[in-house]
């Protein structure tokens, strides 16, 4: 049996509990060029246990709604941020954690614009573009030891519009 979840619009105040929306909303934190460009300040919480903060480019393949949902994963050592290469929407999946095992997921629709940090430890699904050409800049912890936890859920789940 598969488990319906539906995909809701991203808000900051929904996001907040698994991460930081970015984007570009309200009223620029400062003018800088010349007053030719705002400056939104220091929008994500990086935060990595050892490393380095990198930036990597992601392609991934194109995906559509219904998606089944399958797995989800984890970073313990870093948080990953995803900042959309085109102003194409995006599904973002995360679960609270229970006792070291994910709660029931829920699923957001970015909207065009927006970009989204993952705090250290939170679970999410993996990178979901929808449209081509699914890229992206990520920036996440560069360092040794392993960076990732998996789990396969039992029972799918179908996330929907």
């Known amino acids: 049996m598969n488990v319906r979840i539906k995909a809701e619009p991203l808000t900051a105040e929904t996001f907040a509990p698994y991460g930081d929306l970015l984007d570009a909303s309200g009223a620029p934190d400062k003018l800088i060029n010349q007053g030719k460009c705002g400056r ?28 089944a949902l399958e797995l989800v994963e984890r970073h313990p050592e870093g948080s990953q941020a995803f900042v959309p290469m085109s102003a194409d929407p995006f599904l973002v999946v995360v679960a609270a954690d229970e006792g070291g095992v994910p709660a029931e997921p829920k699923a957001f629709l970015t909207a065009p614009g927006q970009a989204i940090n993952f705090h250290r430890g939170t679970w999410h699904g993996v990178l979901a573009p929808l449209s081509e ?29």
């Open 133 to 161: 050409p699914g890229l992206f800049a990520v920036i996440d912890r560069i360092g040794d030891g392993a960076n990732l936890e998996e789990h396969w859920f039992d029972t799918s789940y179908i996330i929907e519009r």
């Open 40 to 67: 939104f300040h220091d929008r994500a919480r990086l935060d990595f246990a050892d490393g380095k903060a990198g930036i990597s480019i992601f392609k991934g393949e194109m995906e559509t709604l219904p998606l």
